[in-house]
């Protein structure tokens, strides 16, 4: 329904849904899907359609190039430089182009974060924020 209506392959990775006049169609689709409420990304609050959490969350972390979602922040810190773009590095998070995963193995090889973070042209502050995006994934 959302491909038909805004002509794109992706709808969830364009605006349009998140805003106004879209969130009455995805409303739409979620009930003629019959989706569980755990998984809507909108709700009516006095007759209006709103984002839920998550939608919210979701669309305040994403960066967008007009309608398009080029980028999406992770951690809910503005401050995060750790970014997935799926342009770069097929979509798995990076901090100023280098995969997180790299700078992860670099320091559990005994490698100290400031040299780390010389070698790879990047701020000490940028390998923390990628070792703590690393460990939590590895937590979860």
Avoid at 31 to 41: I, T, V
Avoid at 51 to 67: I, K, N, Q, S, Y
């Amino acid at each position: 329904m959302l491909r038909g209506h805004f002509s794109v392959p992706y709808p969830l990775a364009d605006r349009r849904p998140f805003v106004s006049a879209g969130r009455e169609l995805l409303l739409a689709a979620q009930d003629e899907s019959g989706l569980d409420a755990e998984f809507c990304l909108v709700a009516t609050v006095q007759g209006q359609a709103v984002l839920t959490f998550p939608a919210d969350a979701f669309v305040e972390r994403v960066t967008w190039e007009g309608d398009d979602a080029v980028e999406w922040r992770p951690h809910a810190d503005p401050a995060s430089p750790v970014r997935m773009r799926p342009d770069l590095r097929f979509g798995r998070p990076a901090v100023g182009g280098i995969s997180t995963v790299v700078l992860w193995e670099h320091v559990e090889g005994c490698e100290d974060i400031d040299e780390v973070a010389e070698a790879f042209d990047l701020t000490v502050d940028d390998v923390r924020w990628a070792l703590a995006y690393e460990t939590s994934a590895r937590a979860a």
